[in-house]
């Protein structure tokens, strides 16, 4: 796979001088996601070109580990939680309305780059369900309702 134009990923480089093997890969890869957020098909064909190794070898790491993101991340991290106790106190209606308001779906992000919206597995605060987590905050026992008051805090200002 060949780069339509040649991307100026001085970061990466900076990065790529005190990496250099293909066995540093790991540390590469996690060092540009700081910086970028996440990994586009662009930034691993560059590595790959970089460390001479084929893109298969960057994206089968990227897609195995999943601290990696190869989509772009919001401000916030919006996590509802679908874990059981969540899930019979109306989890999913609250999703279903973050992605009404929200206008996404699970593992998108708004096009602003404020919000990204995941579903998760318990996250051990049952008796607050049902849960969202929006960056560390836990917000519990809400309903549906809440969200636009809730995501408001957010918006534009947080
Ligand atoms: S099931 Fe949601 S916090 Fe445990």
């Known amino acids: 796979m060949q780069l339509k134009e040649k991307p100026d990923y001085k970061e990466i480089d900076a990065i790529m001088t005190q990496y250099t093997e293909p066995e540093h890969l790991i540390r590469i890869l996690q060092k540009v996601q700081d910086i970028y957020g996440y990994l586009s098909e662009d930034v691993q064909i560059y590595?790959?070109?970089?460390l001479k190794i084929?893109?298969?070898?960057?994206?089968?790491?990227?897609?195995?580990?999943?601290?990696?993101?190869t989509?772009?991340?919001?401000?916030h991290i919006i996590g509802v939680c679908l874990g059981t106790a969540c899930y019979v106190k109306g989890a999913n209606d609250i999703l279903k309305k973050l992605k009404s308001e929200?206008?996404?779906n699970e593992d998108e992000t708004t096009k602003d780059g404020v919000f990204t919206?995941?579903?998760?597995?318990c996250i051990g605060a049952c008796g607050l369900a049902p849960v969202i987590t929006i960056g560390d905050d836990v917000h519990g026992r809400i309903n549906?309702?809440?969200?636009?008051?809730?995501?408001?805090?957010y918006g534009d200002s947080g």
């Open 102 to 104: 929200l206008k996404i």
């Open 47 to 50: 590595i790959a070109d970089k």
């Open 71 to 75: 989509k772009p991340k919001g401000k």
């Open 117 to 121: 919206l995941r579903a998760t597995r």
């Open 144 to 153: 549906a309702d809440d969200i636009p008051r809730i995501l408001e805090k």
């Open 54 to 69: 084929p893109v298969s070898e960057v994206n089968g790491v990227v897609t195995f580990y999943s601290l990696f993101s």
